[in-house]
Structure formats: C-alpha cells, structure tokens
C-alpha cells in the first residue's frame, strides 16, 4: 500500500494540533502482512472520535481475524481538509498512513444525524466515488453502520451496504463474506447480492423507493429490483455481551481527546422506556456485565493503559443490578492510587445517599441530571418515571456528599407540550438551587451552581414520538425566550442549542431517500462539520433544499397519525410497530410504562422477536416509587400488552 508519510509530513508543522494525524500510539495495532485491510472511520476530528466505542470495538475483533488487518481514520479539521485538497493528498488511515481508496473496505459510523455532510467529505476527500452506483471493481466497499443506521435512507446512496444493529459478529462475517468472493473472482454486483442475505445486512442499490401513495399501499417504502431479496431488515444483537470481557485494548492517544479515560461497559441496553428516547429503543434487550468482570476489567484496563479516570458507561449505569458492589470494590481496591471512578450515566431515582457516597472519590467535578421536563405531567407523557422528590433526594445526596456543581438537562418543544410546562423548567431548576444550598455549609453555599441545558425535541426513527413533528425554530426561541424570562435567580445559568441545526437533525431523522440529495447539495455548497457551532451553515442547506425541491419543514414538522408507514418500516431495532404506538397512545394520555428489568414484561417484542432475554447479573433492586406507581397503572388498566 503507498505510504502518504514523506508528502504529509513537511505539512504537520502548520497544522492545528498536528498529533491527530500521528500513528504509533500506545496500544495501537498495525498488521503490515495482511492480505485484507479494512478501515474504520470516524467521520470527525480525532479528538471526537478516538474515544467512540465502535471504533474501538471493530477495530479489535477485525484484528483478531487471520489474515486481516483493521485500521482507523478520522476526517482531519477543516482547515487541513482544505490543506489535503491544495496539495492533492487523499485521506488516509492513522497506523500505515495509506489511502482509503486502496483498503479493501471501508467502514464509516453514523453517530449521529449532524455527520451526514461529513461522510460526504470523507469519501470525496479519499478519493471514492460518492454514490455507491458509480464505484468500480477496483474500488473499496463501503459500509455503514450506527445508530443512523435504523433509518438509513438519508444516506442510502452513499454507501455499499449498511449494517443494522450491533456489530462484534456482523462485521467481520460480512468482511470474511467479501474477502472469500474477491478471492474467487467474483464480481462487486455479486458480492452485493451476496452480502444482502446475510443478518442484519441493507443494501439499498438493490431495493427501489416507492413514491407516497405507492409506499402507503403496499406497506413499505422499499421493492426489490429482484427475486428473492429480504424485504424486511431485523436488527443483529451480540448475544455474548454480557459474557465478553469489559476490558476492550484501547489506543492512548498523544494527544488530549474528549473523554480521555479508560471507558469500561458495563452493560449495554436500557428498558426504562423514555418515549424520546432512540437509544432506548435500539439497544434492548437489557445485558449486565457481572461485578467480578467490570471490576476484573477496570483493573486490567488501568494497568494497561496507566489512565488515572475510568468512566462505568451505559444508557444507565446507576440501575445495574450490582453497581454498588462494583463501586465498593474499585474504592477499595484504588484507594490512596488518585484513580477517579466516574459513573456518567446517573438516574435520578437511583442517586441516594448511598450511591453518593460510593461515587464521590477524591475529585468532584460537576454531576448531571436529566429531569427532562418541567412538569410532572410532562414526565408522565414521556414516560420520565422521575418525580421530583427523586431529583431533590439526589440533590440532597450529590450536595451533602462535597458535590457544588450541577448541571439539568431538559428538552423544549416535546408533545403536548405548554408555556406551563416551560415555566416548570424555571420553577424546578430554581427549587433545585435553594434545594442544593440548603444541603451544604453556610460558608460554603456561594460555590453552589445549577446550571440548565435545553435541547429541542427532535422526533427520532424506531420511538413512540416517531409520527410527532418538531415545532418550528421560531417557536423553539420564543419558547427558549419564555424560559430565559422566567428564571429570575443570577445563579441558574440557563443554555440551549440552535434551533437551526436541531431542524437539520429532524430532517435527517425522519427523511426518506430523498433527504440524500438535500445532504449532497448541502455538502456541495460548503456545509460540513454541521455538529460543529462555528461551521454550521443554515444557508447552505436552505439553498440545498431549493435546488433539490425537498421541503425539508414538512418532513421535519408534520405528525402523522400512528397507521402511517414511515420511511424506514422495513428496518427494526425487534421493538414492535403496536408497542410504539400504543407508547404513543399512552403518551396522549399522560399514562406511564414501567421498566420491565425491575418487574413484569412490557410486551416490547424485543425478547420473542429476537430469540433473546434481558441478562441482569443480579436482580434489580426494588423500583422507586414512582416506577411502581406506573406498574399499577398499567396493570389497572386491565389492558392485554401487544406482543407483535
């Protein structure tokens, strides 16, 4: 493979933080004799992606195949994009320094909606052909896969083939799969029609999309342009999980990243049901690492890597049935070593004075809470399962435990939303401040902060709230401007994201194929790094969406009724269509589902449809009231649970 090195180097004396594009990291891998190269890409800075876990973990278990070599890359800033450019020099992978466009497979994650134009700017800056269709033999296949992967018709055009759903085994099945072909001579349109028959695997080339009335008839956006092909795409599970190590080797990097600890899973999946919530819906069934595994890894991924922070991560860390236990071993076991134990995933009902105490350590930083919403009433639609009395005894815990600081994440513009409940945002953040000074030290109550952080409701592929549009960014700043006047304490600072860029983020999220043209148009006039505040570009994507003839507001801000088939219906996470919408339905009438980790079976459809079961290491311990208070809703409801 050509080494990039001699022409890249003379040029990392100019660029930003030249050690984003360095190898020979501690923990790096590189397989120089590798008949089959594979690159992961995370389509960000090095900073951002380095950390991210699916990097991580297809980097390893392709290494661990013989014969195979993994790599990574990460899409340079953007002013050494536009440096790459002028001097001709494609993007290339960070061990062996080699173009993309010469691996036998690339593979880019979706993280989220915002990375679109980004994968545009990653293949075009390695010199691979946009749309898959004008791909030759020669060139790599590329893959896809992520959590935008449950509606990947936005990006269809753009990719070989997407992988639904978790990745340890899928990939490198499907790599064994091309390797075999290639190596019998097979053509790129066989290997395709290969690769559609294995689990888990879309490959959008060989499905046509219908228009509106053709869709809403027959059910489903997609038609294959052949005999014999899937038409419905069930999500792939690692099934191992909760028996595979948490100690996954990892890269230390030169240089500072986001999150840069050791990062040790403890448990994958999460059934609280937040009806927002698409995470929450794609990672069920719930899978618990056991207490002498986390504490067996976190102690093995320190020494490996001399980290002095280790993050327990999850949807929900607090509700694993053992994390007390864990915490009581790792203090014990780090005491006196200045190795801080972080657990960034807190639930309002599970921080108690017990927990407080377990996850203080030496260093407090700033902890967060995710009310959501500021009425109680708005919880319920949600299915928050959170009171106020939950966030105030963890209040009363954080503060009393040597915690000052607090930050209250909440989301604007969410269904059946009122200026009532915007209100309840100040009032509940600003009880929460006089909560959180009267649980410390009169000296010390000037060092006291709450701060909130307020998102837009964005509608999200495979949840309840799917058919529910996004109100519009000029309803989302006066009710952003509600929320400012309503705070009256200097002390609760109050933030909130563009609107601009959360319209992108919905558009993206409920579009169709057609959003793709949009995306490239967009792209074509400049638009990358959207994630980036100081990058994102609205008129690039108002221009985009006149030349394409997209009208991206009514994709974004239309509700549907539950019966519609949506663009991505032939995709599941194994959550069932009926449990959505009788989610919906419940939702309309501010009636709660509890988590069914902590009792009966909700019914979701994960567990038959996927031949799988919630794995706990333990039994949970008893739910908090509110939770329970929900269970016998439902069971008084005398209503029969959908199980399709």
């Known amino acids: 493979m050509t080494d990039l090195w001699p022409r890249l180097e003379p040029l990392l004396t100019d660029a930003e933080r030249p050690a984003r594009y360095l190898n020979r990291e501690w923990g790096c891998v590189y397989k ?83 990375a679109a134009t980004n994968i545009l700017e ?3 800056l390695a010199g691979i052909p946009l749309q898959a269709d004008e791909r030759a033999e020669a060139d790599p296949f590329v893959l896809g896969g992520g959590p935008c992967a449950f509606n990947p018709e936005p990006y269809a055009p753009f990719f070989d083939a997407v992988s639904i759903g978790e990745g340890e085994e899928a990939v490198p099945e499907a790599l064994c799969l091309i390797r075999q072909m290639r190596e019998a001579g097979e053509s790129r349109a066989a290997i395709l029609r290969a690769l559609a028959q294995e689990p888990g695997w879309y490959v959008p080339s060989l499905y046509r999309w219908r228009s509106e009335a053709e869709a809403q008839e027959a059910g489903s956006w997609i038609e294959p342009v052949e005999e014999g092909l899937p038409v419905r795409f069930e999500k792939r599970l690692f099934t191992g999980f909760a028996e595979s190590s948490g100690w996954e080797p990892c890269v230390v990097p030169f240089t500072e990243v986001v999150h840069d600890r050791l990062n ?22 719930v899978r618990e690492r056991s207490a002498d595994n986390v504490v067996e890894s976190v102690l093995t991924g320190l020494a ?64 967060t809470f995710a009310p959501e919403a500021g009425t109680q009433r708005l919880r319920d639609v949600i299915n928050k399962n959170v009171t106020e009395d939950d966030l105030f005894g963890a209040l009363d815990a954080a503060f009393a435990a040597g915690w000052r600081r607090c930050k209250l994440y909440f989301m604007i513009g969410l269904p059946t939303e009122t200026d009532d409940d915007i209100k309840g945002i100040a009032s509940l953040a600003q009880r929460a401040y006089d909560r959180a000074k009267a649980a410390v030290a009169p000296e010390q109550r000037g060092s006291v902060r709450v701060s909130v952080s307020v998102a837009l409701f964005v509608p999200k592929a495979q949840t309840p709230f799917q058919w529910d549009g996004q109100i519009t960014p000029e309803e989302a700043q006066r009710r952003v401007n509600l929320l400012r006047h309503s705070v009256k304490y200097k002390a609760v600072d109050v933030h909130w994201h563009d609107p601009s860029t959360s319209f992108v983020e919905a558009v993206m999220s409920r579009g169709g194929r057609e959003a793709a043209a949009w995306v490239e148009a967009a792209w ?23 030349e394409t003839g997209i009208d991206p507001a009514a994709v974004a801000q239309t509700s549907y009724p539950v019966e519609r088939v949506m663009p991505w219906s032939h995709v599941s996470t194994g959550v069932s269509e009926r449990f959505l919408a009788r989610e919906r339905r419940l939702a309309a009438e501010g009636r709660t589902t509890p988590d069914c980790t902590f009792g009966a ?5 994960v567990c038959p449809g996927l031949d799988a079961d919630n794995v706990l290491a333990a039994e949970r311990m008893a739910p908090a009231p509110s939770v329970a208070a929900a269970a016998a809703d439902v069971a008084a409801s005398g209503e029969e649970a959908p199980r399709g």
């Open 601 to 605: 079976c909700s019914a979701c459809g």
């Open 32 to 114: 120089p004799d590798a008949h089959f190269r594979f690159c992961m890409v995370y389509p960000d800075t090095y900073e951002l992606g380095q950390a991210n876990q699916a990097v991580r973990i297809l980097v390893n278990v392709v290494n661990a195949v013989e014969g195979m070599a993994a790599e990574r890359a990460f899409l340079p800033a953007p002013a050494f994009c536009d440096t790459l450019r002028a001097e001709d020099i494609p993007l290339f992978s960070i061990e062996s320094c080699a173009p993309l466009a010469e691996f036998d497979v690339v593979g880019i994650t979706l993280p989220h909606e915002l």
């Open 304 to 367: 490996e890597t001399g980290y002095d922070e280790v993050s327990l991560t999850s949807l929900s860390s607090t509700d694993h049935s053992q994390i007390a236990d864990i915490l009581t071993r790792l203090n014990r076991a780090l005491d006196g070593k200045g190795v801080r134990v972080s657990v960034p995933s807190q639930r309002l009902d599970a921080f108690g004075v017990d927990m407080a105490g377990l996850v203080a350590g030496q260093k407090k930083g700033g902890l």
């Open 524 to 546: 074509r006039r400049g638009a990358r790094f959207d994630a980036w505040t100081e990058c994102f570009s609205e008129e690039a994507w108002r221009a985009a969406a006149a």
């Open 264 to 285: 040790v899973e403890i448990l994958r999946g999460c059934a609280r049901g937040c009806r927002f919530c698409q995470a929450g819906m794609m990672y069920r069934p």
């Open 122 to 124: 990653t293949l075009d």
